[in-house]
C-alpha cells in the first residue's frame, strides 16, 4: 500500500476553473512537499510545509499542511494551459528519504 | 537554484549490455544522493540512497547487483544497469540532498533507458 495517496489520480478541467488535490496518509510527515514534473523531464519543487495548520500561497496556488501534520492540500484557482502536468506530493517522516504519493495528473483544456 | 544535471538524458542499448547514468550536483555539495524510477504515467518509486564514500541502501526489492550504484565524489553519483533487460526500461531519476535550514532534495532532468 502507498504511503501517501493523492486525490484525484485524473483531472481534466477547461481554463478558468478551479480545482483541488488532496494528499493523504495515516501517518505524520515531518515535512511535505509539492512538486510539479512534466514529461520527460525531473519534478520541480513548488513548495515545502513544516507546520501543521500552515498555508503557503504561490500566485494562484494554495498549499496547507493538515493541523495533524498527517495530509495536505493542493489548490489552484483559474486554472491555465500552462498549469498541466502531474502534481506529486512527497513527505519526510524524520529521515532524509522522500516519500512521494501516487500523483495527481492535471490537463487544463483552453 | 541548486542545479542537478544527468547525463545521458536518453541511452538506448541491447539487451546483455550495461549502461552508467551519472548524476552530478553542479553548485553544491551533496553527500547524500538518491536514484529513483518511474514508470510511465506513474510516481516516483525510490531504489536507492546513495552516500559519497561508502556502499548504497537499497530498497527492499531493488537488486543491488543489477543497479550498481557509486558516490565517488561529492558531486558525482552514477548508476550502472547492469546485463540490461527490455524490462529494466524506465525513467531513471536522480536528486540530490542539499542540507540547509530543512532538508531539499533538487532533482536531474531524468534519464530514458530503453533496452531492445
Known amino acids: 500500500t502507498q504511503l501517501l495517496e493523492q486525490s484525484p489520480q485524473f483531472l481534466s478541467i477547461q481554463e478558468g476553473e478551479n480545482l483541488t488535490v488532496y494528499c493523504n496518509s495515516s501517518?505524520?510527515?515531518?515535512?511535505l512537499q509539492w512538486y510539479r514534473q512534466e514529461p520527460g523531464e525531473g519534478p520541480v519543487l513548488l513548495v515545502t510545509v513544516v507546520t501543521g495548520g500552515e498555508v503557503k500561497k504561490l500566485k494562484r496556488l494554495t498549499f496547507q499542511f493538515g493541523d495533524a501534520r498527517k495530509d495536505s492540500s493542493l489548490h489552484i484557482t483559474a486554472a491555465q494551459p500552462g498549469d498541466t502536468g502531474l502534481y506529486l506530493c512527497a513527505g519526510y517522516r524524520y529521515t532524509d528519504k522522500l516519500i512521494f504519493g501516487t500523483g495527481t495528473r492535471l490537463q487544463v483544456f483552453p | 537554484g541548486a542545479v542537478v544535471s544527468q547525463h545521458p538524458s536518453r541511452v538506448i542499448c541491447k539487451s546483455g549490455t550495461s549502461v552508467k547514468i551519472e548524476c552530478r550536483s553542479l553548485?553544491?555539495?551533496?553527500?547524500?544522493m538518491f536514484w529513483y524510477r518511474q514508470f510511465p504515467k506513474k510516481s516516483l518509486m525510490l531504489m536507492a540512497t546513495?552516500?559519497?564514500?561508502?556502499?548504497?541502501?537499497?530498497e527492499q526489492g531493488v537488486e543491488k547487483d543489477k543497479f550498481l550504484i557509486n558516490h565517488a565524489s561529492l558531486t558525482l553519483s552514477t548508476l550502472t544497469v547492469t546485463s540490461a533487460h527490455p524490462e529494466d526500461s524506465s525513467f531513471y531519476i536522480c536528486s540530490a540532498l542539499r542540507l540547509a535550514l530543512s532538508y531539499e532534495q533538487y532533482f536531474g532532468p531524468g534519464t530514458r533507458l530503453t533496452v531492445t
Open positions: 546513495s552516500n559519497e564514500g561508502s556502499k548504497a541502501t537499497y
Open positions: 501517518s505524520v510527515f515531518s515535512s
Open positions: 553548485d553544491f555539495q551533496a553527500t547524500t
